[in-house]
């Protein structure tokens, strides 16, 4: 055997959609034109296999005898995919350590790539009863009106089994319905309604439009406060593509900002953008694939997954609140679809808009770097001002016993009610009280799967981890010494503040926003109805509200724990505070009517909130720039954490050591730990980590790959690296 790097004719290398599995080589059958990039279907053992037909040079292999090789059993009639996006697969999947199969997943992401392009057949209720009911059949009956979808999503919402469904079909309660493999798309209209843009904004607007023209790669960071209207700038960027008929992605940080988005755009360009998110059905997701695949799709809005798709000819891509940490994944393939971003403009040779009011530290040091070209929006659209922002300070103004809100608060909120306006209270905890303590021996009901307590969620009357998501019933007694009405609620949630309220304020109409209850597009599409009617008074909401929306009637902004970030103090502590509160109070006062901002905290003089008080976001910015460059943190320098995790704690600290103990020495090269993960358990693993310092100059990618591939594990334990980490637990 030898490594041979010019395969024959009729040989084919080709990545399979199994992470396990490294390439493989097969015979191209006569006829069939695979090449680079094509999706095929290849046989193995007796399975077959999706896979992409790749450049043999990207992987060298042992090459094995021609005459060994088996045939490619089929071609997909798919698009194949393009160099620049197979340059990108291969870049992300070095750069953070993943199988080259687990990235490609994300870009086959529908099983589009391999479904015929037969109808797909999905069921909707009809309105006939059967004669025999059960209680599932009954629950079916009632969530599914109105709903159409496969017998597996049917199944999912309805929260019964697949025969279930699968009885009510052959019982005659549904109906069968084929639904197009092609989507039907009107193409957006650049010049549907076209706006008057302010000075500054033309400016901009320009830029970005001539950016599109020339087709070529270029970053900008599009910083402007909050509703100066960096929507309004980039859809003209948007518009120039359609007139040039390219593609654009937009990414948003959250599912639930696409529903609103999506009217946003309707309005602008006259119909709807195709969404990609974890939300979509079956049925879309595969016509949506294809119709971005097939270029159709002019313009795609989506969570960071949308970032990995086979546009067939992308002239630019946007990320919508550039400065959200949710753009970082944090299983499977760790990536952060803002670098990745950048990295797919740099490979398609486009530009790349990143647009926030509080931009990370890194996006900033980029400019400073000369790699992003910097366009500022520096006021508010129109009439509208910055709100006003107050500190309260939680020692002083001292909130009533048993209760959350400062007196200034409670005042502010009663006095906004009799206005008529709406008010928003921001507090980053889902469920009731974030922890359950017995009065009488001191117990803390914890997880038993993790290092976490227990979240006591009094909607559902229940109490739920909110890591590995397990739940159990609101005990009775306490499960340690068995006392009877001993446990008590400690801190507050969403849900106590909600409850607190509306015992000041019966007659209030409130509204919690949290991942538990805007789970889906359609949810928050209702949400924001609900408020722009008028029908909410006061909001209480984690960061899920801080950003995106504009309710003009919004003009009361409370932030009932400003402390609450600063607390984990890890590297990035800081700033994640002040954008977290800056984007909260950039939504109020965004018409008309001026926004008022109050913060409770009980250390006023830290430098997050005179910076926020004093409107002073540059004095922020530079300071904690300098309190980076002084500590050699990042951006100053790289990070990498590895994580090893087992369910036998002495097997993970084993390997956790081994990893540690062989650790290279090199110039500028620092190794931490290892040590027991702050999340000690998570899902019944024990975890220990390493964190990796380096110099920017250091190939730590190399280093790193260099010095885990010698060693060996046990096989129950997962070694996982985390490049660039923003999670530290
Ligand atoms: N040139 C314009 N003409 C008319 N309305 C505008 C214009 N520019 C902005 N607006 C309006 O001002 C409001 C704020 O603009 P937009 O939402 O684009 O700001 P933003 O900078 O994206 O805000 P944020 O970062 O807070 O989400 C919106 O209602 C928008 O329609
Ligand atoms: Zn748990």
Same mark, same amino acid.
């Given at each position: 055997m030898n490594r041979v790097h010019q395969p024959a004719k009729d040989r084919a290398r080709v990545l399979l959609l199994n992470a396990a599995l490294g390439p493989l080589d097969y015979r191209i059958p006569e006829g069939m034109d695979a090449r680079p990039g094509s999706i095929v279907m290849a046989p193995l053992g007796p399975r077959k296999l999706p896979g992409v037909v790749w450049e043999a040079e990207s992987f060298p292999v042992d090459e094995i005898d021609a005459k060994k090789l088996r045939p490619l059993l089929e071609l997909r009639d798919v698009p194949p995919l393009s160099a620049p996006l197979r340059r990108l697969i291969e870049w992300t999947a070095r750069y953070y350590f993943a199988a080259p199969a687990s990235v490609l997943r994300m870009v086959l992401s529908s099983g589009a790539a391999f479904a015929d392009n037969r109808p797909i057949i999905e069921y909707r209720l009809n309105g006939n009863v059967p004669d025999r009911m059960t209680p599932q059949r009954e629950q079916a009956l009632e969530k599914l009106v109105d709903v159409q979808g496969t017998i597996s999503e049917l199944a999912f919402k309805a929260d019964v089994s697949v025969a279930v469904i699968r009885g009510l079909e052959k019982a005659g309660a549904l109906d069968r319905h084929e639904v197009s493999a092609f989507a039907d798309i009107k193409p957006p209209d650049p010049d549907f309604a076209k706006v008057d843009l302010s000075d500054d904004q033309t400016k901009i607007g320009n830029v970005l439009m001539g950016a599109v023209r020339d087709a070529?790669?270029?970053?900008?960071?599009?910083?402007?406060?909050?509703?100066?209207?960096?929507?309004?700038?980039?859809?003209?960027?948007?518009?120039?593509?359609?007139?040039?008929?390219?593609?654009?992605?937009?990414? @948003?940080?959250?599912?639930?900002?696409?529903?609103?988005?999506?009217?946003?755009?309707?309005?602008?360009?006259?119909?709807?953008?195709?969404?990609?998110?974890?939300?979509?059905?079956?049925?879309?997701?595969?016509?949506?694939?294809?119709?971005?695949?097939?270029?159709?799709?002019?313009?795609?809005?989506?969570?960071?997954?949308?970032? #990995?798709?086979?546009?067939?000819?992308?002239?630019?891509?946007?990320?919508?609140?550039?400065?959200?940490?949710? #753009?970082?994944?944090?299983?499977?393939?760790?990536?952060?679809?803002?670098d990745v971003a950048v990295m797919r403009g740099l490979h398609e040779k486009i530009p790349v808009v990143l647009a926030s009011a509080t931009p990370a530290i890194e996006s900033r040091h980029q400019v400073e770097q000369g790699n992003y070209e910097l366009l500022e929006l520096p006021a508010r659209f129109g009439a509208a001002t910055l709100p006003e922002i107050e500190a309260l300070d939680l020692t002083q103004d001292i909130p009533a016993r048993g209760s959350w809100l400062a007196p200034t608060l409670v005042k502010?909120?009663?006095?906004?009610?009799?206005?008529?306006?709406?008010?928003?209270? #921001?507090?980053?905890?889902?469920? #009731?009280?974030? @922890?359950?303590?017995?009065?009488?021996?001191?117990?803390?009901?914890?997880?038993?799967?993790?290092?976490?307590?227990?979240?006591?969620?009094?909607?559902?009357?229940? @109490?739920?981890?909110?890591?590995?998501?397990?739940?159990?019933?609101?005990?009775?007694?306490?499960?340690?010494?068995?006392?009877?009405?001993?446990?008590?609620?400690?801190g507050p949630g969403v849900e106590r503040i909600c409850d607190e309220v509306k015992m000041l304020f019966p007659q209030a109409r409130t509204a919690i926003v949290t991942s538990d209850t805007i789970w889906s597009p359609a949810k928050a599409g209702e949400f924001v109805a609900q408020m722009e009617a008028g029908a909410i008074d006061i909001v209480v909401g984690t960061q899920l509200v801080t950003?995106?929306?504009?309710?003009?009637?919004?003009? @009361?902004?409370?932030?009932?724990?400003?402390?609450i970030g600063l607390e984990g103090g890890d590297l990035r502590a800081a700033e994640r505070s002040f954008q977290q509160i800056a984007q909260v109070a950039g939504r109020a006062g965004r018409a008309e009517k001026p926004g008022h901002v109050y913060v409770q905290t009980r250390m006023p003089g830290a430098p997050v909130i005179q910076a926020l008080i004093k409107g002073d976001r540059d004095g922020f910015y530079n300071a904690e720039t300098e309190s980076r460059r002084a500590a050699a943190a990042p951006p100053f320098s790289r990070l990498a954490a590895i994580i090893v995790s087992s369910e036998d704690n002495s097997e993970a600290m084993e390997t956790a050591r081994l990893i540690g103990q062989t650790a290279p020495k090199a110039e500028g090269f620092a190794v931490y730990g290892p040590a027991p993960a702050p999340l000690a358990m998570l899902r019944g693993r024990h975890r220990h980590r390493l964190l990796i310092h380096a110099h920017r100059s250091i190939e730590l990618q190399e280093i790193m790959r260099e010095w885990l591939e010698k060693l060996e594990w046990p096989r129950a334990v997962r070694v996982g690296v985390d490049v660039d980490p923003y999670s530290f637990v």
């Open positions: 070529a790669f270029q970053p900008y960071l599009l910083d402007g406060v909050t509703g100066s209207g960096k929507t309004e700038v980039y859809f003209e960027a948007v518009a120039e593509a359609l007139r040039q008929d390219k593609q654009t992605l937009v990414l @948003l940080p959250e599912i639930a900002l696409t529903e609103p988005f999506l009217d946003r755009f309707q309005a602008r360009f006259g119909t709807e953008p195709v969404a990609w998110h974890s939300g979509l059905k079956q049925s879309d997701r595969k016509k949506n694939w294809r119709a971005l695949a097939d270029g159709d799709a002019k313009v795609v809005v989506g969570a960071r997954s949308a970032l #990995f798709l086979p546009y067939k000819n992308l002239g630019l891509i946007i990320v919508d609140e550039a400065h959200e940490v949710s #753009f970082k994944q944090e299983d499977g393939v760790r990536y952060h679809a803002r502010a909120l009663e006095e906004n009610l009799d206005k008529g306006e709406q008010s928003l209270l #921001f507090l980053n905890r889902r469920g #009731f009280a974030p @922890l359950t303590l017995c009065r009488t021996c001191g117990h803390r009901i914890n997880c038993p799967n993790c290092t976490a307590w227990m979240v006591e969620h009094r909607l559902t009357k229940r @109490l739920a981890c909110h890591h590995c998501g397990h739940v159990m019933p609101q005990p009775e007694q306490c499960p340690e010494c068995g006392d009877e009405d001993s446990l008590v609620a400690c950003k995106g929306y504009h309710f003009p009637n919004l003009t @009361l902004v409370g932030v009932v724990d400003a402390d």
